[in-house]
């Protein structure tokens, strides 16, 4: 059974900044597309960003500028640095890996508080 363990989330203010990280087993992660998705309360699942193992980056349009995905492969770790959060960026914040089918990860909460 595949695992992604993510971790960084928590509590911050508006204006603040997080981290999160995701961890895959090598025998996917140097093949699959590795991304964050975020439900908010009430709403749909949603693309926060994503890389493919080549490389390409997509953000959705309200975090550009803000978040930055990238990928360690020494580690077989993603990150999700968040800076200059807003209350609406709230939710649980889910990895996902993409190798044939996907995997996801457990989620981690994510709070802004304004």
């Known amino acids: 059974q595949v695992q992604l363990v993510e971790s960084g989330g928590g509590l911050v203010q508006a204006g603040g900044s997080l981290r999160l990280s995701c961890t895959a087993p090598?025998?996917?992660?140097?093949?699959?597309?590795m991304g964050w998705y975020r439900q908010a309360p009430g709403k749909q699942r949603e693309l926060v960003a994503t890389e493919t193992a080549g490389g390409t980056i997509n953000y959705t349009d309200s975090v550009k500028g803000r978040f930055t995905i990238s990928r360690d492969n020494d580690k077989n770790t993603i990150y999700l640095q968040m800076n200059s959060l807003k209350p609406e960026d709230t939710g649980v914040y889910y990895c996902?890996?993409?190798?044939?089918?996907?995997?996801w990860g457990t989620g981690t909460q994510v709070t802004v508080s304004s």
């Open positions: 996902k890996a993409v190798w044939y089918t996907d995997y």
């Open positions: 090598i025998s996917i992660f140097r093949y699959a597309a």
